[in-house]
């Protein structure tokens, strides 16, 4: 089992950067595939960012590619997102998710654990 935890969120304006962590607890986190995921008010959950376990693949959503990246620390138990050129429609609380099996999946199903979320506000 895993458990997770989101750090960094905050309030930017329109072109900042901001790095999201997530620190995972228990001994298999570098088995893990990690993604990130978003919500906006009003809005489904979207996908953002995936990584595979050994960090060796990634996808991303249309929207994030180019300013967007993830990344993976296995000796750190940790997962990181750099987000650049920050948008307002990035507005949203962000999620970091792990998935044991299969390969890394844009589909919130594949992932058994989620952290709580950590909210990232940009303004114009």
């Known amino acids: 089992q895993v458990q997770l935890v989101e750090s960094g969120g905050g309030s930017v304006q329109a072109g900042d950067s901001l790095r999201l962590s997530c620190a995972a607890s228990?001994?298999?986190?570098?088995?893990?595939?990690m993604g990130w995921f978003r919500q906006a008010p009003g809005k489904e959950r979207e996908f953002v960012a995936a990584?595979?376990?050994?960090?060796?693949?990634?996808i991303y959503t249309d929207s994030v590619k180019g300013r967007f990246t993830i990344s993976k620390d296995n000796a750190k138990n940790t997962v990181y997102l750099q987000m650049n050129s920050l948008k307002p429609e990035d507005t949203a609380v962000y999620y970091c998710?792990?998935?044991?099996?299969?390969?890394?999946?844009?589909?919130?199903?594949?992932?058994?654990?989620w952290g709580q979320g950590t909210q990232v506000t940009v303004s114009s």
């Open positions: 998710a792990a998935a044991r099996y299969g390969s890394i999946s844009a589909n919130a199903a594949r992932y058994a654990y």
């Open positions: 228990g001994r298999t986190f570098s088995s893990y595939h």
């Open positions: 990584i595979s376990w050994s960090a060796g693949n990634t």
